[in-house]
């Protein structure tokens, strides 16, 4: 009985997630606004970045520091690093936190970033060709380590049609490294297709053009929804587009829609690593009051052997304690993340609230 009514539920869930989707349409970018549509180039690469190996667990301070010097920044990835991670052990630095060193603390060069989510390989080659650098988060195991899934963040820089390839600059095994686009297209979706842009000030508005809808983030979650449910649908043991589904269900602000399909991608498995990079349940479940939840999951990255290096961890277990009138507990939460990373805006705000 139990699985007839989950299966009610999911399939309830899915005509749902289309009936809203739906209602902004295609999700593939428009083309610029008052342009002609042209074709793309068959083969495009950026010129002039230079590139730096990432150091001690810091893909992502060193990428977007490769990703900067196409815009002419000198600095080496410990700038980036010292604020985006003043811990070296943090081991997620999340893409609003990439979004925000840009666009606060490079003011010697006029450059921006935004972040969108439901990505399409076409979207990746229309940036390049009007030359936009933009960094992907994609899942990762690469040979010959093969230590396990994880997060990890590429530069793309160019792609060549011939060879279905996109050229990227890999912080962790090398520059101008070749991945197929089959490979970018199974990996990315394990980040609901996430995509960091950066851009010359003057540029935004070419730039909000070649987005086209997804220009505005509510339309942009909207498509990633579409993009998601249609994966889902496609294939319903597919863990990572119920994961999706639920990450744009949050960015929606449905959290109850959101809980189900969470619910549905744990049940189904997801690496272990999961949450050290992506928190959209600890979000939906405080939504929807399942504190003992978050507790539970946050339990689960304190002891799986690197959550702990995690301050997400801490600060939604503090959430939870708080919502649970365990404030003591919560305190002490919070402050773990705060002490573990001072630049981390959310959980200061909290922490003094809780202590003035």
Known sequence: MKLIVRAVMLGLLLTAAFASSAQEGDPSPAPPMGQQITPLPSSYALAGITFEYQGWNNC???????ALTYFGYADKQGRAASWLKPNREDKNVSPWQMV???NSQVPEIPVYALERVGGTLDMLKLLISNNYPVIIEAGYDPEPDRLGWMGHYLLVSGYDDASAEFITQDSYLGPNLRYSYDHIQRFWQHFNYTYIVLYDSGAEPALLDLLGANADP?????NALQIATAEATADRS???AWFNMGTNFVRLGIMDRAVIAYDEARRIGLPWRMLWYQFGPFEAYYAEGR????IDLARNNLNDGGGQYVEETFYYAGLAREALGERDRAINN???AVNFNPNFTAAREKLDQLTQ
């Open 60 to 66: 992502g301070p060193a990428t977007l520091t490769n």
């Open 218 to 222: 509510q339309t942009n979650a909207l």
């Open 238 to 240: 597919n863990a990572f």
């Open 334 to 336: 919070l402050r773990e």
């Open 100 to 102: 925000q060193f840009v």
């Open 291 to 294: 504190y003992q939840d978050m």
